[in-house]
């Protein structure tokens, strides 16, 4: 006889109990490798340069002797925090718009206009010229990712409160005297946060990888922070020599954050 | 005195729904509306709570058109309570969004004081409806329109939440429109009556 421990409702939380638990790790070990690491990740030995991994130099070192695990950390931690930013404030740029065409039928149009048009630049094009016009750094990559990412997320937040807005208790609520704003703010919004949540989520990974792109072709971070993007640009001018550490263990690093957030919101948002 | 004049309506793509349709509801009066699925009663009742606006005429409450904000003077009350509330407010919140009723009135329509702090998930049709009933009883309010509130209850119930409602009407001489399927329900509260057919009013007699 076969024992069923869990309801088939259970699954999906259960799979996003255990998807969080492992993110949550990740990310406090992250954090916590900037703290114990210091300045590991740019001390330079002259003596090792370009060395294989061995029992020395766990995942080997870069052309300057720096040891690339330290330096895959840092960037992973850089590429967390700038992820994190950048699907933040998308996000708030996507709830903020996606209220405001609530207002009034002048403003949705407004609001869909504008999500139209900027999902229909290509992506990446619309990234390096705003990081270009922004002069680069961890700020301009933070704008450009923030400025380029939230249209989809609008959408999505916008359909919903469109269709809130017809539900009878909000309807009900206007003719008990209640203001647009209390609707909006009391009756709305709570109901939009799981969305946000799972949104902002789905939109980290895409954050970082288009950090990493972007700082990759050069319109990123500075090529003096250990960035995952510098990481794998440096390793671009070494690929053919057989110095294949450079470029496989960032790249390991930058997977395994992306599909740990991605299947994180891609569980929660069954489960919610 | 509440006044549907005229009042014509169709949703885009589909026949008129109601054609020049004219009724008045006063102070204290019960008007019982029937007819068949789809006939258009819940538009009336939607249109003379402003929940819809006509293609044609108007609703007038004392001659004017009805206030665009604060309370409304005619609440609608729908058929599914459960649609009726938001679902992540507790009953006490969703019970208070307009205005405190009192204890008595709380008894009086059988609300307990432990439903106050439960989600209305937790509750049943009927004792979601009663809050939803009472609720809408704020005191700026005039009309009610009550779209089949009592379909979906028990008869004892149904005799309950009516018992309460009328007293209070009565109290407050509230004018009520009952839309329902069941005539002797609409026999026993109403004294006027009207079936609603192929967009037009006729009174029954």
Request: with cysteine; hydrophobic share 50%; aromatic share 8%.
């Amino acid at each position: 006889m076969r024992l069923v421990l869990t309801s088939q409702s259970d699954q999906p939380r259960l799979r996003a109990a255990f998807s969080l638990g492992i993110t949550t790790l990740l990310v406090m070990g992250l954090v916590a490798s900037q703290w114990l690491l210091g300045d590991s990740a740019q001390q330079m030995q002259f003596d090792a340069r370009l060395a294989p991994p061995s029992i020395d130099h766990w995942l080997g070192t870069d052309a300057l002797g720096r040891e690339l695990w330290a330096r895959t950390l840092a960037g992973l931690a850089l590429s967390f925090w700038v992820g994190c930013l950048a699907a933040l404030l998308s996000t708030l740029i996507a709830l903020s718009l996606a209220a405001l065409a609530t207002l009034s039928a002048r403003l949705d149009a407004l609001v869909s206009l504008l999500i139209d048009t900027l999902l229909s630049v290509p992506h990446l094009i619309l990234l390096m010229l705003i990081a270009f016009a922004l002069g680069g750094g961890t700020q301009a990559v933070i704008i450009a990712v923030a400025v380029t990412h939230w249209p989809s997320l609008a959408r999505v937040l916008r359909a919903e409160l469109l269709h809130l807005r017809q539900a009878p208790y909000v309807r009900i609520s206007r003719a008990l005297g209640k203001t647009r704003w209390f609707v909006l703010h009391d009756h709305l919004l709570p109901h939009l946060l799981p969305h946000c949540l799972v949104g902002a989520l789905l939109l980290f990974p895409h954050a970082i990888l288009h950090e990493a792109a972007l700082t990759f072709l050069g319109f990123g971070l500075s090529p003096s922070q250990p960035a995952i993007g510098v990481l794998l640009a440096d390793a671009m001018r070494y690929l053919n020599s057989g110095y294949w550490w450079l470029g496989v263990f960032p790249g390991l690093g930058l997977l395994l954050m992306v599909l740990s957030f991605e299947r994180l919101s891609s569980h929660l948002r069954r489960a919610l | 005195m509440l006044e549907a004049r005229q009042l014509s309506f169709q949703f885009a793509h589909n026949a008129p729904l109601l054609q020049a349709v004219s009724l008045t509801l006063s102070a204290g009066q019960w008007i019982g509306l029937s007819g068949d699925s789809g006939a258009g009663k819940s538009t009336l009742g939607k249109l003379l709570a402003g929940y819809l606006a006509p293609q044609a005429g108007d609703v007038a409450l004392d001659g004017a058109a009805l206030p665009k904000s604060g309370v409304q003077p005619v609440q609608w009350l729908p058929q599914s309570p459960e649609l009726a509330v938001n679902p992540r407010w507790r009953v006490g919140k969703i019970l208070r969004e307009a205005w405190t009723p009192s204890d008595a009135q709380c008894q009086a329509f059988g609300i307990k004081t432990k439903w106050l702090s439960r989600f209305p998930q937790s509750l049943s049709g009927g004792e979601l409806q009663r809050v939803c009933v009472l609720r809408a009883l704020a005191p700026a309010v005039r009309f009610l329109v009550a779209d089949e509130i009592s379909t979906m209850l028990d008869p004892i119930t149904q005799v309950e939440l009516w018992q309460a409602l009328k007293q209070e009407a009565q109290k407050r001489q509230l004018g009520v429109l009952v839309i329902s399927h069941d005539t002797a329900l609409l026999k026993r509260l109403c004294p006027l009556r009207y079936h609603l057919s192929e967009g037009q009013l006729k009174q029954v007699s």
